[in-house]
């Protein structure tokens, strides 16, 4: 099994992202998705779900209306569109299976535990003046 992330980078507040993670070695179509992050001396954060089909989408308060995620199931793909970054987004970002995607219709999904299957290895997300 592998989830492989790209696209992180250094960023002035403002500017955009993309990150991708391509898997492999299990049934990618089949697992609700999510991306998290971590930031130093910090636990890990969700950040945002996405079912397995595509259609139901989740975002943690500080980032609805900035970022989107995406998925592209016949390229095993998971994306995450980040627009008008902010230096509190700075963290390394994972893609990860979502173990606790049903909790997550409930509006205190911010507090739901990041429970995964897979993660992947991570790419560096930087915010700064």
């Known amino acids: 099994v592998q989830l492989v992330e790209s696209g992180g980078g250094s960023v002035r507040p403002g500017e955009s992202l993309k990150l991708s993670c391509v898997a492999s070695?299990?049934?990618?179509?089949?697992?609700?998705m999510s991306w998290v992050r971590q930031a130093p001396g910090k636990g890990l954060e969700w950040v945002s779900s996405?079912?397995?089909?595509?259609?139901?989408?989740y975002y943690r308060n500080s980032v609805k209306g900035r970022f989107a995620i995406s998925r592209d199931n016949f390229k095993n793909t998971l994306y995450l569109q980040m627009n008008n970054l902010d230096t509190e987004d700075a963290a390394v970002y994972y893609c990860?299976?979502?173990?606790?995607?049903?909790?997550?219709?409930?509006?205190?999904?911010?507090?739901?535990?990041?429970?995964?299957?897979?993660r992947g290895q991570g790419t560096q997300v930087t915010v700064s003046s």
């Open positions: 990860a299976t979502d173990s606790n995607f049903s909790d997550r219709s409930d509006r205190k999904r911010d507090y739901v535990p990041t429970d995964f299957l897979y």
């Open positions: 070695g299990f049934t990618f179509s089949g697992f609700d």
């Open positions: 996405i079912n397995n089909g595509g259609w139901i989408k």
